[in-house]
């Protein structure tokens, strides 16, 4: 069964920084799938943040989030993050980890269950 597992979420003052964890279940060939990060605030649409690819050669950010964000992967660890800086207000949200990218969030299967992120002063 895969399982995915947000962590590293917190409060956060604007300006500050955090850095998420993924952690795949042991039966999920990780180093086989693209890894997604999204994030869902209140009362809107689930939206992607970043991706990476199989070999971590390629990733993908939202839209302004490259200067602020970067998404790594250690296949070893079975373990993907996504560290955040200069965080906004507008960043809070709850972040999902899931085992796929680069398409509508209907499309993906697997999540995690999310780590919450609140940015505020």
């Known amino acids: 069964q895969v399982q995915l597992v947000e962590s590293g979420g917190g409060l956060v003052q604007p300006g500050g920084s955090l850095k998420l964890s993924c952690v795949a279940s042991?039966?999920?060939?990780?180093?086989?799938?693209?890894i997604g990060w999204f994030r869902q605030a209140p009362g809107k649409e689930r939206e992607g943040v970043a991706c990476?690819?199989?070999?971590?050669?390629?990733?993908l950010y939202g839209t302004s989030l490259k200067d602020r964000f970067t998404i790594s992967r250690d296949n070893a660890k079975k373990t993907v993050y996504l560290e955040m800086n200069n965080l906004k207000p507008e960043d809070t949200a709850v972040y999902y980890c899931a085992a796929d990218c680069g398409r509508p969030p209907k499309y993906i299967d697997y999540w995690g269950k999310g780590t919450l992120v609140t940015v505020s002063s």
């Open positions: 042991a039966g999920f060939t990780l180093d086989l799938s693209r």
């Open positions: 990476v690819s199989v070999g971590a050669g390629r990733t």
